[in-house]
T-cell receptor, first 117, second 115 residues
Framework: GAVVSQHPSWVICKSGTSVKIECRSL??????MFWYRQFPKQSLMLMAT?????????EQGVEKDKFLINHASLTLSTLTVTSAHPEDSSFYIC?????????????FGPGTRLTVL | RKEVEQDPGPFNVPEGATVAFNCTYS??????FFWYRQDCRKEPKLLMS???SGNEDGRFTAQLNRASQYISLLIRDSKLSDSATYLC????????????????FGAGTRLAVHP
């Protein structure tokens, strides 16, 4: 199947700093990538849809000025958590949809665990 | 009512047992369904897709009951390595994001298989 990578896999930062997370499609081109957030013992929640060459589409309740998304190429999308605070500590996962056997299968990156002190 | 609901568990079963999870969905127009497996602190990985009445892959069987709006996942002959959280995922038939139907995730059912 398609491979999606994320970097870094984990990060610890001080409150008020910004953190950039990269999501790459390694063996395919992804015009659309998705960013999810998962808090402990909760389900994945879609934060935004990242579109190559255009603005991201944010879900209701997600601050676009706080979670900056850039999809500069067909293989890279970045999520920057600006002025991070402890409540932003979470597991951030990106994904991409790939057509497989006539259906759109979703492949997830390995996730980035963010801890804000 | 949540769009996708699952029993959180945990289900604690011995090796070799048969275990079944249910998942209910609220939108009767939903057409496709997925079961993902998520290990602790890892990303979800696709286990099975369900587009018609059901699907079977080795020890895993997924069944769809459209009338009652639920999907089940049956695991036979449980192995220690089956221990994980199983996520029921339903593409929303009405909400689209980036040209794709938005995926709605259940909170997951935790399975612990013991020796």
């Amino acid at each position: 199947g398609a491979v999606v990578s994320q970097h870094p896999s984990w990060v610890i930062c001080k409150s008020g700093t910004s953190v950039k997370i990269e999501c790459r499609s390694l063996d395919f081109q992804a015009t659309t990538m998705f960013w999810y957030r998962q808090f402990p013992k909760q389900s994945l929640m879609l934060m935004a849809t990242s579109n190559e060459g255009s603005k991201a589409t944010y879900e209701q309740g997600v601050e676009k000025d706080k979670f900056l998304i850039n999809h500069a190429s067909l293989t890279l999308s970045t999520l920057t958590v600006t002025s991070a605070h402890p409540e932003d500590s979470s597991f951030y996962i990106c994904s991409a949809r790939v057509k497989s056997g006539g259906y759109n299968e979703q492949f997830f990156g390995p996730g980035t665990r963010l801890t804000v002190l | 009512r949540k769009e996708v609901e699952q029993d959180p568990g945990p289900f604690n079963v011995p090796e070799g047992a048969t275990v079944a999870f249910n998942c209910t969905y609220s939108n009767s127009a939903s057409q496709s369904f997925f079961w993902y497996r998520q290990d602790c602190r890892k990303e979800p990985k696709l286990l099975m897709s369900v587009y018609s009445s059901g699907n079977e892959d080795g020890r895993f069987t997924a069944q769809l009951n459209r009338a009652s709006q639920y999907i089940s996942l049956l695991i036979r002959d449980s192995k220690l390595s089956d221990s994980a959280t199983y996520l029921c995922v339903v593409p929303s038939p009405t909400e689209v994001s980036g040209g794709y139907n938005k995926l709605i995730f259940g909170a997951g059912t935790r399975l612990a298989v013991h020796p």
